[in-house]
């Protein structure tokens, strides 16, 4: 493993907070003379406390190492009463659970031997355990994997595909380490004051708290969790350019972000008006999910998509190259979602070619539901034209693999010509 | 039983339809010459067809009575294709359910004896089974006797209480009956055209099917729901002017009307600004909901909730006088939800005096959520002047009991007098 100990010690409380802090019921970061704390509000009346450690407060004096017999969760607490003051917090009924760490930030320097033998989560890495990230960063490190295994075991991809999990779970966590690091650093600095020129001023943190709302403009009050941005909810995670992340033609849908998951976007069905979250319709089934954005279905479109439907046809296109139908419980290759612009009565989800609506919900419809408050937007929001076709390739962990206008398929036989094999080779017929 | 047989004889048949009417998947009303058919998509792929029939399909000429062996699954379709045509329904591979019915129009003249034997659902009222209306005017037949059998049981509530079941309910079934014999009369009537002057035209069929739409505004598109309007949903329902139904302070809300259920209405919570529901916080529970509406939490504010707190502490008031607590299994009798006007990054639930929040998430804010997208615009929507303060009580069943302003509390005082027993009476103790 690649990193080092650092000197952030931190401790845990998880109590019903009896308190006047109005705030108890926010994420909250608390930047005083005294320290700092974070509170996060849990299942229930509980919160949690994450109150910064100095080495005096925990350490051994003899060994240098954490004695957790040094700490107790009434000393945690009067610690972060400190932090608080001058609100109240009153003795708990019950300490529900407790505990003092020190964070190692350490990655290791393989993920894998020859593609055969694997580690994950903890195995790799190791950080700050806040806010969960080191289960999520686990559970995202396998995500990752168990596709690319499964087309692998299935002889749909050739092995060199498993190259990728090192390639782009080893910079996350580096990532990770690196955020956390900078977030530790302040939180550990006092506030700058007449006293102490060397401080972290009041608006130095706030800033940095802050700095991440870009990422999520949705969370506009739960600051404590923007700290974390992108990371916490993995929307910020960026896989680098390889063979299943092609950004050359990025310019199509500038603000969908190829290596980034599909962010959460509601569209309507054409078929019903009824709202559907885009993240629901992109399981982690194995397929490759191919959105077709066909914008304003006019009659000039239409031609466009039966000439499109033409080629998707041809034994040569990547459709039927790899192709590959369910077998057993071995899903299909692609799933097909076509997304229409346009008024909700005036469209029809009969007005596209038949292999763009495998089954009616598959037509969706960039626009409002009948409230006019869900939906909509997602052209213009990702920067797609809707007077043109456009595919977006979602990759089976929800990562948008690449991006191409209807004109240029012969760049998407190649992305999957990088890993995918033939179905010829493998079924022995087209 | 008060009523008729009507002359209107229904089809019902259930397929999985394949067919190229783009509407499929919503709800339709079509009328055309050939007659009129309904089209309700339900679970899964499935869809129900309603289709009109004449006597001569059905009706044993000898008996005049209708005979189910007339008609067949295949016949009742080859009557929708003839409506729906040009669109093409396919032969289904299955006929999933099928039935013919004359609808029956009859209301029974009273819905108890003594206030000691009561009848409820198919018991006293029959009509047209569409939309599962016999279903639910059913349950809420019985949704509307339960709570005042429990309070008059727990002898918290005088029995005369009970008489107001058959006044409520027995004057719905007569007003659902009203509705649906106009529909089916409108129905029934051909289209107006150059040959048949007396038929209704396709303005008049439209107007009908759409005239529910003020009720449910946010249904523009769904219109065959809409023809059921208030009735399908329950929130047009209107119960008349009674001891429990008291609307002489309607002029403080004027658009939250006392007789009918409190409407969808999205609040977020003052404590963590999270949007929750109304209608999830008023739970049937037998408890009377107390909804303060406390507007803008200014210093005058806070003088007259103090003065408020104070009064609602004294024993001759109805919160003391009839504030049964929790007894075993019996709830207590009030329960008090606070919702505050002002922008959630400055509200602080702490700003209301402790007697308006028994517990912080008890304490609502009229704002949007940090979307701003959910949620707000309550009071504007209401007509409540969020300069002042208002109390809106809601029924055990949900449907809005008074409003009254915080200056007349003695009216709420004998809105509770007319049913409540003091507990003083029954506990023996205040």
Chains 1, 2 share one sequence.
Not at 74 to 80: D, G, P, R, T, W
Not at 210 to 219: D, I, V
Not at 301 to 319: I, M, N
Not at 330 to 354: C, H, L, R, Y
Request: negative net charge; proline residues 5%.
């Amino acid at each position: 493993m690649d990193g080092e100990q650092t000197d952030f010690i931190w401790g845990v409380v998880d109590i019903i907070a009896d308190t006047d802090f109005p705030d108890i019921r926010y994420g909250s970061a608390i930047h005083s003379e005294s320290g700092s704390c974070l509170i996060i509000p849990r299942e229930g009346e509980k919160v949690r406390f994450y109150i910064q450690l100095s080495d005096s407060d925990v350490k051994d004096p003899i060994t240098g190492r954490v004695d957790k017999n040094r700490m107790s969760p009434e000393k945690l607490l009067e610690v972060a009463r400190k932090i608080i003051h001058p609100y109240k917090v009153h003795e708990p009924k019950l300490y529900d659970w407790w505990t003092v760490y020190i964070i190692g930030q350490r990655v290791a320097s393989r993920y894998s031997v020859n593609e055969r033998i694997f580690i994950a989560g903890d195995a790799c890495h190791t950080h700050s355990p806040k806010a969960g990230q080191g289960m999520n960063a686990s559970m995202s490190d396998t995500h990752n994997l168990a596709w690319k295994l499964v087309q692998v075991l299935r002889g749909r991809a050739d092995i060199s595909l498993l190259k990728t999990y090192e390639l782009e779970r080893r910079k996350y966590a580096q990532d990770l380490i690196e955020f956390d690091r900078k977030i530790s650093t302040l939180f550990s600095g006092k506030p700058k004051t007449a006293d102490n020129d060397d401080g972290v001023s009041h608006e130095e943190f706030l800033k940095s708290v802050l700095r991440k709302s870009s990422e999520l403009p949705w969370l506009t009050v739960n600051s404590a969790f923007q700290i974390y941005g992108g990371f916490i909810t993995g929307i910020g995670v960026h896989y680098v350019s390889s063979g299943i992340t092609n950004e050359i033609h990025q310019q199509c849908a500038p603000h969908l972000i190829i290596g980034e998951r599909m962010p959460p976007q509601v569209f309507i069905r054409a078929a019903d008006a009824r709202p559907y979250e885009i993240q629901d319709m992109l399981p982690s089934d194995t397929r490759f999910k191919l959105l077709f954005f066909v914008g304003y279905v006019t009659e000039e479109r239409v031609g466009e998509l039966d000439a499109l439907f033409d080629k998707l046809r041809d034994p040569s296109c990547f459709l039927q190259k790899y192709g590959y139908p369910t077998e057993g419980i071995a899903q299909s290759m692609f799933s097909i979602i076509t997304i229409m612009s346009g008024d909700k009565e005036n469209v029809e989800f009969t007005q596209v070619p038949e292999l763009f609506r495998p089954h009616w919900s598959n037509v969706l419809l960039d626009d409002t539901d009948t409230t006019k408050k869900i939906g909509g937007g997602a052209c213009t929001r990702f920067g797609i034209d809707p007077m043109t076709v456009t595919l977006v390739i979602i990759r089976p962990d929800g990562y948008v693999g690449m991006i191409a206008p209807a004109s240029a398929l012969e760049d998407v036989d190649s992305y999957f010509a990088t890993f995918a094999i033939p179905r010829k080779a493998v079924l022995g017929r087209d």
